[in-house]
Each structure stands twice: as C-alpha cells, then as structure tokens.
Nanobody, 122 residues
C-alpha cells in the first residue's frame, strides 16, 4: 500500500496550486480519501475529504470555497486544487487513504504519504 503526494511548492498569496496523490497497492476506487495538512508547530488537521465514488466531499471551514478535492478512480489519483492561497495555508499536505465501508461494516486502511510542502509567501 502506497500513496505519494506531489505538486507542492512556493506560491504568492492569491496564487494557485494543484496537489496530486498517486495510489497503489490497494483498490483505490473502494476507499474514502482525505487531504490533511500540518502547519509549523500545529497539529495535523483534516482539510478535505471525498467518498470512494466522489459523490460527496467535505471541507474544513478554513478552505471552503477555495479548495476542491477530486479523484480519478480510473487513474488511481487523488487531487487537491487550491485557489486564492493565503499565508495561513502554509503547511505540509498529506494524502490519506482512509477506509472502505459496506453498509455499517468498514475496513480501515489508514495509509499516509510522506507529505508535500506548500508555502504561501510574498
């Protein structure tokens, strides 16, 4: 099981970045997926989540209206489009393979990538 993030970098306030996460070693299309982020000196927090089919998404209030999580199950890829970036978005962003559920029964995978650094600075 492996998830590998890419696409981080340094951008000016108001700019955009698109993060990608390549998944392998598990049936990607069956698993709910998340993007977490961890700012310097702070705890890791959930930024965005998407169901296995992509029919539902959730966002932390701090990124609503600016970030969009999406997935391509045919390519085993997860994405995070980040627009109107702010300095407070500076963090390491982590791809997380969460769980697959059938009815009320869930199998937890809990697999993390190594993270990709996003820095928003003028």
């Amino acid at each position: 099981v492996q998830v590998v993030e890419s696409g981080g970098g340094t951008v000016q306030p108001g700019g955009s970045l698109r993060l990608s996460c390549a998944a392998s070693g598990f049936t990607f299309s069956k698993y709910h997926m998340n993007w977490y982020r961890q700012a310097p000196g702070k705890e890791r927090v959930l930024a965005a989540a998407i169901t296995s089919t992509g029919d539902r998404t959730e966002y932390d209030d701090s990124v609503k209206g600016r970030f969009t999580i999406s997935r391509d199950n045919a390519k085993n890829m997860l994405y995070l489009q980040m627009n109107n970036l702010k300095p407070e978005d500076t963090a390491v962003y982590y791809c997380h393979a969460d769980r697959t559920c059938s009815g009320h029964i869930c199998e937890i995978l809990d697999s993390w990538g190594q993270g990709t650094q996003v820095t928003v600075s003028s």
